[in-house]
């Protein structure tokens, strides 16, 4: 009996060893992503944090889709990825889709507002604006589909 609880300790022990490894791993591949981003450098900071986003990692999801949307660091923009990302992200982030909605609609919806008010670290643009206001309103946000009714009147 006290070798199965030894087992079981050193089982558990060994667990938690590894749980704060990679917990440590994350943490420092995220850092390098994020000092990426702050040095202007999107294809390092992509580098860093795609392989986080590919395991499930939320917060990296919503940087990499975020790059992608608005070209952070020197990134071509790149709608269709920046929608995948964020259809990945999806409810787990911190936006939540409305019921029937495609699950990247609100993240869509928050890029429009960033070039709306150039905000983000993006400049106001009407035009990229409008665009991804659209792809919102197609994904079935009805705030979207307000905002694009009251601007053609």
């Not at 702050?38 to 790059?67: C, F, H, N, W």
């Not at 070039?115 to 079935?140: I, T």
């Amino acid at each position: 009996m006290t070798r199965l609880i030894a087992r079981l300790l050193i089982s558990l022990v060994v667990v938690a060893a590894i749980g704060a490894g990679l917990l440590l791993l994350r943490n420092g591949q995220m850092d390098r992503g994020v000092q990426a981003l702050k040095r202007e450098d999107g294809t390092a900071a992509l580098a860093s944090l795609k392989p986080l986003a590919q395991l499930g990692d939320r917060t990296a999801q919503m940087l990499v889709g975020s790059i992608y949307a608005y070209g952070w660091g020197g990134v071509r923009k790149d709608d269709a990825d920046a929608i995948y990302w964020f259809r990945r992200l999806g409810s787990a982030g911190p936006l939540v889709a409305e019921e029937g909605a495609d699950p990247a609609a609100p993240y869509q919806l928050m890029v429009a507002k960033a070039y709306a008010a150039g905000a983000d670290g993006v400049r106001a643009d009407a035009g990229e604006s409008l665009k991804w206001l659209k792809l919102a309103a197609e994904a079935g946000s009805k705030e979207a589909v307000a905002a694009l009714s009251q601007s053609q009147h």
